[in-house]
């Protein structure tokens, strides 16, 4: 079982920047990918980021890559999420996850079904 909790999130002015932060904790060695996933009302959940624990590469959404950035610590159990140049159109919950199983494509790394483990969630308004 590994526990996910996020934090960072807030409001802002567009053109401003957040950094979002994930904590795992519990069999964190269970781990394979960890990912940044985001959900507007009314949307589904897409991925914003992923990265491979064992490898550390990383995997973006390329419409988002501009802008976001993921890195890990040393520890590879804190995930963060750089959000820059912020848009209305970035309002969305802010969700980490973690997947348990080897994703083998691009496709698999940024879909959410794929992850097993999630937080709570951290909301992100972002006005014009």
């Known amino acids: 079982q590994v526990q996910l909790v996020e934090s960072g999130g807030g409001s802002v002015q567009a053109g401003r920047s957040l950094r979002l932060s994930c904590v795992a904790s519990?069999?964190?060695?269970?781990?394979?990918?960890m990912g940044w996933f985001r959900q507007a009302p009314g949307m589904e959940r897409e991925g914003v980021a992923a990265v491979s624990i064992r490898s550390g590469k990383i995997y973006p959404n390329d419409s988002l890559k501009d802008r976001f950035t993921i890195s890990q610590d040393n520890t590879k159990t804190m995930l963060y999420v750089q959000m820059n140049s912020l848009k209305p159109e970035d309002t969305a919950m802010y969700y980490c996850?973690?997947?348990?199983?080897?994703?083998?494509?691009?496709?698999?790394?940024?879909?959410?079904?794929?992850?097993?483990?999630w937080g709570q969630g951290t909301q992100v308004t972002v006005s014009s």
């Open positions: 996850a973690a997947a348990r199983t080897p994703l083998l494509s691009n496709y698999a790394r940024l879909d959410p079904p794929n992850y097993t483990y």
């Open positions: 519990g069999d964190t060695n269970s781990m394979y990918y």
